[in-house]
């Protein structure tokens, strides 16, 4: 029988491979990419909690348009800065960018 | 007159302490000014002195004024400035004061020409204020301050001509051996003061009369004498004496011939109460008093620079007072004070006067035949000389004779027996001196000495008159009034005995002869002695190598250890800080290159902290719930 | 256990999202991996409709499936120079790698095992009637200020793409 | 339901709001206008923040305070967004055409920073931290021609974005434990289990984020030495201040201490005391001013923290006490390195020296408000210091305390090495640096802020005091 | 008189000079340094009349002004001067205006110079005054940083660079107070806890009774942050870097009255708040404190150079001062804060005196001198003064205070005060052989070009040496002051008069 748990479960697992995502990937693009997949995991459990634990209140939905909208805000953002970069740099190899360290 | 001037008698310290603060703020540019006031002022102690003195000695024996006003005090803790004074104040007042002026007007033809005159005029009456404060104190406290002053002022004096470095040498070992004396000095004090409450001697005497715990008494009474075995130059702390004779010859005379070096003795005599009350210390005081004599005649022998000479002569004669006053005959011990200062401040500034003559040639070897130049300054040496070695009528015969009747009436046969070698000793040193100097056959150096100018001569006169003089108080003439006044209850009076007189005569004129016999008419030649007691003469010769062990145990105690003691700070204690310092920076610069530019590891740290939280909230709960 | 037709969907729905997010991380084509995060963004909303969730799953395509991987893919082609084949490969740095992949696990295993002994205070009802009427209600209502300050979040978003993407120059 | 008491909140939205649309609509020669303008409405603004400082009030049952403690913190983030400004306004003329969307990014990011501090509850309070969040990431990345700008800003896009991940993930479980995103409510409403422990420590992870504290503090140094100064500024005194508001509110209110099994204060302890250790011992390597003030900021987080980690009067009298003269102190410095990087280009420590012989004022300032950080009296650090550690050693965190005065004396260290730079380096140009009115005038405030709160931190205190009745 | 709030006076004078001076134009030297003079001259003249004015048959805290400071740490501004910190008060103006007078001829960057200087004296001073815990450790800390400025741009680099001396000095100074900052904020806490009543002011503190374990701790802080600063054996590092490097004015205000602070603030704080965790902490100090002073004479003895003796001599002075407060009884404690302001106003003259050589010459290695007193009389009357109160001679105000500390600390350490006595004998060693290389031996021609002191580099000597005398011939005048002082305060903690408690 399919539980919250279950819901749970599949969220951190989404979360997790969006987590692995962006620690491997070289590209900036497949790292906003996995981003996204983090925040929808998110948006798995809240919609699976408002459902099991406050059906007959909608503030799990209500949060997971608003993580909806600023994910979109945060993607938007995200592109445009590595077209700029992109534009400078030639390259969106997130190994290169390493001008300020130490 | 008398009842006036006891009270304020502290007048007596405080005249030349003006005339020092004056000549050292204001008139220094002014050398014949600050001369002037220097003697003035001395001449006003001198008369205060004698005025004391007069009135102590019409009053019954034994009358004792005492005034004292609050220096230091504080609950448990109370040092004041006093007045003590008793037919012994008296006695050293009047010492002092004589000396010290005869001295200071000697000084005006000693020093003529010398840039510094001012400076020397001040420390001269700042040590004489300083040696009269000692003199009158009524309280430890109050002698211990005196007595560190009086150390400073003999530094300052034996150090006149900074320019030498061995006058500079010579003042800093007067000052630090001197320092350790005054460190077992301090000691006692404080003991004094912890046990019995008070430093005051009239308080103290009552307070012990019924102390008996002698494992207290011994070291204070041991500690106490080593403040006078330092400043008195007895054995094992006598090395500044002779070298001390690097300064003026009139400094010599005063501060190392008559009063200073007397003070230790002085002190041993103020608070004899202390040391009878101890027959231990009596006999340590004996002891070394007896070593030292016997000591530093030896040397004297074999010395060649007439300063050097009359310096061990001192050494051995306080080191007959310290033995008087361990075997408990403390009037003869004084007595012997009072008339050794007389005489040989007298040899000192005659030496002085042939050292003028000579201009500045002190070797006796160099000198010969100044009877002919100089009859004055050689025949009052020659009395001085006379005296010293105990030749009646003069006061060096009576003084000694009492001490060495003290050392057969106490039942010190041993002491006695080194007391009459070492009469014998000291006459035929003395002249040898003369016999060489001033009889001498080597004609070379005689030419140019001529005498010097009355404003020398004068003292010179005056200190033999009192030389031949001084004797007679204490002879049975006078039916020895010194002893009347001055006595302890613990000392010892000896009756006086012919055989001894006439024994200690007897060995006195064999000393002379033999020095007659060797020196002047050569029978036996200087010479050959030496080569025979090769051996002995070279050890004679350099003091028993005690300053070359010193100076060895110095380097290796004092220098070495403070080498490595620096070397410790600087590598170690120094060095754990610093090293604290290279970790932290290194630490830091470690942890700084966690940062490599890496946004992926920024993220990887970042969950790497909140998988370890995570972990440990979990273990934290789950210990909670299950 | 009864297995009902709802958790067969979810189960479908599941392994179809956890496929396509592999495939996201996996796959060495940005392009591959592009399409295959709009599939899993379609699987989600799958999700939300068997959680009986409509608007969201709707709000779901619209916004992710749709505008989110639109602008994704523009970006790449904006991007694209080299040949497509090897854009999307691991970062070089194998050691980093190794620790991600042992980190992400361990997150997960610590992650499901609290979640998991969680005995969670479930609530058996049946949902709401009027869903999409309660979020409004709760956007114009309570929380309003929540409901302002996104859209000014937009706003900024929108101004700061163009200020990135358009790049005006600055004066040296 | 009386709006009234959201005017602070309006008045700065229109404010931003108008300075993008006016900023659009004049011409060039107005870009200036644009500045001063704003400037001007924001010091209006802070005049009715203070007036209206004891009214409170609680908006749609508890999602929305109104009380003393956010308005304490919106007139804080008044004051700094206005410092901010002014001592930037030379530094501005490097962004030429969009130099009026500077001004409105900053007042919107204000406005994020008010709604996050005074939201009671999560849903307002994640989005006030986003839009806080977003405006400073195209902030960061605002020089594009700059590589390390754009460089510091995408990587800050990427951190930000997984620990708000995390936030949520947070929020979630507790939304999951307690059936509810008001705080108030979620106090009495939970039980211990391992999920709530998880969300718990994942709501840590995500605050800890913002206000860089030790295992996520690495965005930290090179976002600030990347991005523009002033933006930089405004990062390290608003965001911080805000990310603490919340995290007060959050802990205080939701997971009241003692009350519960689960002890968060020592976990914030143990994160404090990293902080404080780690972010002073790689600041003494640094050799840019810039990025030395990036872990000194940190530091100053962990000192901050230890504070909320004593969580009594004392303790939250400190966080709000530092956060404060913190502001002075900070942008005090950053105004400084602002007018070395105009004038020499660069921040490193070689850019500084001789500047006491160049211009003697702006030595003097740098040196006040850099000793006020490291908590030397008669500056504010001193009082703020003291109150944060007897906080601590009240609470029964001794040893907190100790490591943490150490260290501040140890960060005295590299603050000094900046002042021995100043006062006997040698420098080739002897001109001194010339600043134009604003940025004196922000100068002279940071400057009196520090030394009067130092001197005389009796006012301040009573005025922190109110702010914090709530919570005792 | 009574209201006219003279102990501020006293206190901000130096710090308004300093604000004047900071808004004279750079390049005109005369003002400044007039300004500086006036100032210091005017604290100094208040300070001696509040020293006459001080009714010593009545004790305890006068001149007391109160103005509330911070409400509810229960601090307020209260100044307040007793038997203890009047003397000290005093020995800071005298340094203070000796000085500025010692740092006549200094040419650059005279504007810092003396605003930094008077803003030090203002520092220093301020611990001396206040009777508010709070306030003394403001003063406490504020002093550190005008310090290091003054060192790394005056400072002179001989064994090690002036940078690393004043950074080690500052460093370990505020090490020590991180420490003293916790013991007093626990202090300050547990007096809360108990009584419920916020309050920093020292003589409420001591009216409650700590438990002794705690009392130990927050001693143990005390001795430790005090210690440092009173260079305390294991802890006394940086202060011989510290003189040296430092600048004349620096070395001659640090040496003289900074140190003090830490004594002052054992007494004050140590023994009079916690008098069960001084008393079994006592004896550790005693024995550090014969390590100090024998440790010390001892490295004197090897050192060349003329400011690192008399670094190592008032590191070992202190162990004298350490050992008569560890005594813990009226007599030791009395000859502890004599011995403060004897040694301040020494090293205060020493360091002008070798200050002044040291800017003529530029080279303070003892072996490069000899015979200076043929060209410098009046510096070396000067070196003599302070070499000779230095070595403890009677007649000048340090005999007192050792003589005093020695009866007190005998009563209580029998052995370690005569280990303690001995340090007189390598004293006199060390300060004679120094004097003696560089002012007496023969005339060297290659320092005739030296001119003695004229004019206002008389100052220090004039000022400095007649406190010296003056304290020395006539103890009285500071004595009762300071036993008036100290009586109240052990009564109030209930030692035992003369036998201390051990």
Redesign the interface.
């Known amino acids: 029988m399919i539980g919250l748990t279950h819901y749970l479960l599949l969220g951190t697992v989404v979360f997790c491979i969006g987590l692995f995502g962006v620690l491997s990937k070289r590209n900036a693009i497949a790292v906003l990419m996995s981003v996204e997949l983090m925040l929808n995991a998110v948006n798995i459990n809240f919609v699976a909690i408002n459902k099991f634990i406050t059906p007959n209140d909608v503030t799990g939905q209500l949060f997971s348009i608003f993580v909806i909208v600023v994910a979109a805000a945060e993607v938007a953002v995200g592109l445009a800065l590595i077209i700029s970069i992109y534009r400078h740099r030639k390259s969106v190899d997130l190994n290169d960018f390493n001008l300020l360290k130490w | 007159m008398f009842e006036f001037i006891l009270p304020n008698a502290w007048l007596i310290p405080l005249v030349p302490v003006l005339a020092f603060a004056l000549i050292g703020l204001f008139l220094h540019r002014w050398p014949k000014i600050s001369a002037a006031l220097s003697i003035f002022s001395i001449a006003i102690a001198f008369i205060l002195a004698l005025v004391i003195a007069g009135g102590v000695f019409s009053a019954p024996a034994g009358t004792v004024y005492e005034f004292s006003t609050r220096w230091l005090d504080m609950p448990g803790l109370q040092v004041d400035m006093g007045l003590l004074i008793d037919a012994l104040t008296a006695v050293m007042l009047l010492v002092v004061t004589t000396v010290a002026l005869l001295v200071q007007i000697y000084s005006l033809g000693y020093m003529k020409g010398d840039p510094g005159i001012a400076s020397y005029y001040a420390y001269q009456s700042l040590f004489a204020a300083s040696m009269l404060g000692l003199v009158i104190a009524n309280n430890l406290g109050q002698m211990f301050v005196f007595w560190e002053l009086v150390g400073i002022c003999s530094y300052l004096l034996i150090g006149f001509w900074f320019g030498k470095y061995s006058a500079r040498n010579a003042a800093i070992k007067a000052f630090i051996t001197n320092r350790v004396g005054d460190f077992g000095f301090l000691l006692a004090i404080l003991f004094l003061q912890i046990m019995f409450g008070t430093l005051n001697f009239g308080e103290l005497s009552d307070s012990m009369a019924g102390f008996t715990n002698m494992t207290i008494l011994i070291p204070v009474a041991i500690l106490l004498f080593c403040g006078p075995i330092g400043k008195s130059a007895q054995f094992p702390l006598h090395v500044w004496l002779p070298d001390a004779m690097e300064g003026p010859t009139p400094v010599s005379a005063l501060i190392h011939a008559a009063t200073m070096v007397a003070a230790g003795v002085y002190l041993v005599a103020r608070a004899f109460f202390i040391f009878s009350a101890v027959p231990q210390a009596m006999t340590v005081i004996a002891v070394i008093g007896g070593f030292t004599a016997l000591f530093a005649a030896t040397i004297a022998l074999t010395q060649n620079d007439i300063k050097r000479i009359l310096a061990y002569s001192t050494l051995s004669q306080l080191g007959y007072m310290m033995m008087a006053m361990g075997i408990g005959a403390m009037t003869a011990g004084m007595f012997h004070l009072m008339t050794h200062a007389f005489f040989k401040s007298l040899l000192f500034l005659g030496a002085g006067s042939v050292i003028v003559a000579m201009h500045e040639e002190q070797d006796i070897w160099k000198m010969g035949g100044l009877y002919k130049k100089m009859p004055i300054t050689t025949w009052t040496f020659i009395i001085g000389a006379l005296a010293l070695s105990g030749i009646p009528p003069l006061s060096g015969f009576w003084s000694k004779d009492e001490i060495l009747l003290g050392a057969l009436a106490s039942g010190h046969i041993g002491l006695y027996i080194i007391g009459a070698f070492v009469a014998f000793l000291t006459a035929l040193y003395m002249f040898r001196l003369i016999f060489v100097a001033f009889f001498g056959s080597n004609k070379a150096g005689a030419e140019k000495a001529q005498e010097n100018s009355a404003v020398m001569t004068v003292p010179l006169i005056i200190l033999a008159a009192i030389s031949v003089v001084a004797g007679l108080v204490n002879s049975p003439l006078m039916h020895n009034a010194f002893g009347h006044y001055i006595n302890s209850p613990a000392g010892i009076e000896p009756h006086p005995s012919l055989i001894i007189m006439i024994s200690s005569t007897v060995i006195a004129l064999a000393g002379i002869a033999m020095a007659w016999l060797i020196y002047q008419k050569q029978v036996i030649s200087a010479e050959d002695l030496k080569y025979r007691f090769e051996g002995i003469y070279k050890v004679l010769y350099h003091k028993y190598y005690i300053d070359e062990i010193y100076a060895w145990l110095g380097a290796r105690l004092v220098d070495g250890m403070a080498k490595v003691l620096y070397w410790f700070d600087i590598y170690v204690v120094n060095g754990f800080i610093n090293a604290i310092a290279y970790v932290t920076a290194i630490t830091g610069e470690v942890l700084k290159f966690t940062e490599d530019g890496q946004v992926q590891t920024y993220a990887l740290y970042m969950f790497a902290g909140i998988v370890l939280l995570l972990v440990s909230a979990l273990y934290a709960v789950y210990t909670v719930l299950i | 256990?009864?297995?009902?037709l709802?958790?067969l969907v979810?189960?479908a729905m599941?392994l179809v999202?956890?496929v396509a997010?592999?495939g996201?991380?996996m796959l060495k084509n940005?392009v591959h991996?592009?399409l295959s995060?709009i599939l899993?963004?379609v699987g989600?909303a799958g999700?939300?409709f068997q959680?009986?969730?409509g608007?969201?799953g709707l709000?779901?395509i619209m916004?992710?499936a749709g505008?989110?991987s639109v602008?994704?893919i523009?970006?790449?082609m904006?991007?694209m120079?080299k040949s497509v084949e090897k854009?999307?490969?691991?970062?070089?740095?194998i050691i980093?790698?190794l620790?991600?992949?042992g980190?992400?696990?361990?997150?997960?295993v610590?992650?499901?095992?609290?979640?998991?002994?969680?005995?969670?205070?479930?609530?058996p009802?049946?949902?709401?009637v009027d869903?999409v009427g309660?979020?409004a209600n709760?956007?114009m209502?309570?929380?309003?200020?929540?409901f302002?300050?996104?859209a000014?979040?937009?706003?900024?978003?929108?101004?700061?793409?163009?200020?990135?993407?358009k790049?005006?120059?600055?004066?040296? | 339901m009386d709006f009234s008491l959201l005017t602070t909140e309006i008045l700065v939205a229109l404010i931003g709001l108008l300075v993008l649309v006016v900023g659009l609509v004049l011409p060039d020669r107005g870009k200036q206008l644009v500045g001063k303008l704003s400037l001007l409405a924001l010091a209006i603004v802070l005049v009715y923040a203070l007036i209206a400082f004891p009214r409170e009030a609680s908006y749609f049952n508890g999602i929305y305070q109104v009380d003393v403690f956010g308005n304490y913190f919106k007139i804080l983030f008044l004051i700094a967004g206005i410092l901010v400004m002014l001592s930037a306004s030379k530094y501005i003329k490097r962004f030429a055409a969009k130099s009026s969307e500077f001004y409105g990014l900053m007042i919107l990011a204000t406005l994020g920073m008010m709604v996050l501090s005074a939201s009671g509850d999560f849903i307002t309070m994640y989005i006030g931290l986003e839009l806080m969040t977003i405006s400073f990431y195209i902030l960061t990345a605002y020089l594009q021609s700059d590589k390390r700008s754009s460089e510091a800003g995408l990587k800050y896009l990427i951190l930000g974005a997984i620990s708000s991940a995390v936030l949520l993930f947070g929020m979630s479980l507790v939304y999951a434990m307690t059936g509810t995103t008001i705080i108030s409510e979620i106090a009495g409403a939970w039980t211990m289990q391992p999920a709530m422990a998880a969300g718990l420590v994942m709501i840590i992870a995500g605050f800890a984020f913002k206000i860089s504290v030790i295992p996520f503090h690495m965005w930290a140094p090179d976002i600030y030495q990347g991005a523009p100064i002033p933006v930089t500024t405004y990062l390290a005194v608003g965001s911080k201040a805000a990310a603490f508001a919340a995290l007060v509110r959050v802990f205080m209110l939701a997971f009241p201490p003692g009350s519960i099994s689960f002890n968060w204060n020592i976990i914030l302890a143990v994160l404090a005391v990293l902080t404080m250790v780690i972010g002073n011992l790689i600041a003494l390597t640094q050799k840019n001013v810039k990025r030395l003030l990036a872990y000194s900021s940190i530091a100053q987080a962990g000192y901050i923290l230890v504070g909320l980690v004593a969580a009594n009067t004392y303790g939250l009298k400190g966080v709000l006490f530092y956060a404060m003269l913190y502001v002075f102190s900070n942008t005090g410095a950053f105004a400084v390195a602002t007018a070395v990087e105009v004038d020499a280009g660069s921040t490193d420590i070689d850019a500084f020296n001789g500047l006491a012989k160049r211009s003697p004022m702006l030595a003097a300032i740098m040196t006040v408000c850099m000793l006020s950080l490291a908590g030397i009296p008669p500056m504010a650090g001193f009082v703020g210091k003291f109150y944060l550690f007897s906080g601590a050693i009240q609470a029964g965190y001794l040893w907190v305390a100790i490591i943490g005065l150490v260290m501040s004396m140890v960060s005295v260290y590299y603050y000094l090495g900046v002042a021995k730079a100043m006062y006997i380096g040698v420098s080739i140009d002897e001109n001194p640096i010339k600043l134009d009115v604003p940025a004196q005038m922000a100068l002279w405030a940071c400057l009196a802020g520090t030394l009067l709160i130092g001197i005389y931190p009796g006012p301040l205190s009573n005025f922190v005091q109110t702010a914090i009745s709530m919570f005792l | 008189m009574n209201n006219f709030p003279i102990l501020s006076l006293i206190l901000l004078a130096p710090l308004i000079g300093a604000i004047i001076i900071m808004c004279l134009p750079k390049d005109n030297g005369k003002a400044i340094k007039y300004i500086a003079a006036i100032s210091t001259f005017l604290s100094l003249l208040l300070s001696l009349v509040v020293f006459i004015g001080y009714d010593r048959s009545l004790g305890g805290m006068q001149f007391v002004e109160k103005i509330p400071w911070i409400a509810d740490l229960g601090v307020n501004y209260a100044l307040g001067v007793d038997g203890i910190s009047l003397p000290l008060m005093l020995l800071t103006n005298l340094i203070g205006f000796s000085a500025v007078y010692a740092s006549w001829n200094n040419k650059e960057r005279i504007k810092e110079f003396f605003a930094l200087l008077l803003i030090l004296i203002t520092g220093v001073m301020g611990t001396f005054v206040t009777t508010d815990l709070f306030i003394f450790f403001l003063f406490y800390e504020v002093v550190v940083i005008p310090i290091y400025l003054m060192v790394i741009m005056w400072g002179s680099t001989k064994r090690v660079t002036k940078e690393y001396a004043g950074m080690k000095l500052t460093i370990y100074l505020l090490i020590g107070s991180a420490f003293l900052m916790v013991g007093l904020i626990s202090l300050f806490i547990k007096a809360k806890g108990i009584t419920g009543v916020p309050s920093m002011d020292m003589a409420f503190l001591a009216t409650i009774d700590f438990p002794v374990s705690f009392q130990v701790m927050v001693f143990a802080f005390m001795a430790f942050a005090f210690g440092t600063l009173l260079s305390m054996f294991p802890f006394h590092a940086w202060s011989p870097d510290g003189y040296a490097g430092a600048p004349t004015a620096v070395s001659m205000i640090h040496a003289g009255v900074l140190k003090k602070i830490g004594g002052y603030g054992l007494i004050r704080i140590g023994l009079f708040i916690l008098p069960a965790g001084a008393q079994i902490i006592a004896p550790i100090i005693a024995v550090l404190a014969i390590g100090n002073v024998v440790y010390a004479a001892y490295i004197c003895i090897s050192q060349k150079d003329l400011k690192y003796i008399v670094g190592y001599s008032s590191v070992s002075h202190m162990g004298y001062v350490l050992i008569g407060i560890a005594a813990l009884n009226l007599i030791s404690i009395n000859g502890a804060i004599i011995m403060m302001f004897a040694h301040g106003v020494m090293a205060a003259l020493f360091f002008a005196m070798i200050g002044n050589l040291y800017e003529k010459s530029h080279t303070r290695n003892v072996d490069d001198f000899g015979g200076l007193a043929h060209q410098m009389p009046r510096l070396s009357v000067g070196f003599m003064l302070a070499g000779l109160a230095s070595l403890g001679l009677p007649g000048m105000v340090n005999f007192i205070g050792e003589f005093t500390i020695f009866v007190g600390a005998f009563s209580t350490y029998k052995v370690l005060t005569i280990i303690g006595v001995s340090g007189i004998i390598f004293t006199a060693l060390y300060i004679l052989r120094a004097l003696g290389n560089v002012l007496f031996g023969p005339r060297r021609e290659e320092w005739d070009h030296l001119q003695d002191l004229k004019g206002p580099e008389m100052v220090p000597l004039i000022v400095l040496g007649a406190a010296i005398l003056i304290g020395g011939i006539f103890p009285f005048t500071l004595m009762d002051l300071i036993s008036s002082g100290v009586g109240d305060l052990i009564a109030q903690v209930g030692l035992v008069q003369i036998g201390g408690i051990l």
Do not use: C, H
């Open positions: 256990m009864t297995v009902s709802n958790d979810f189960v599941a999202i956890v997010a592999t996201v991380v940005i991996s592009a995060l899993a963004f989600v999700i939300y959680l009986s969730a608007f969201i709000v779901q916004v992710y505008a989110i602008l994704i523009f970006a790449i904006l991007v120079d854009t999307n490969l691991f970062s070089p740095n980093r790698l620790a991600g992949m980190l992400t696990f361990l997150l997960f610590t992650l499901g095992v609290s979640i998991w002994f969680t005995k969670f205070p479930v609530v009802a049946e949902g709401p869903a309660m979020l709760l956007f209502g309570d929380y309003v200020i929540a302002e300050t996104a000014i979040l937009l706003l900024v978003a929108v101004i700061g793409a163009i200020i990135l993407a790049g005006a120059e600055d004066k040296q």
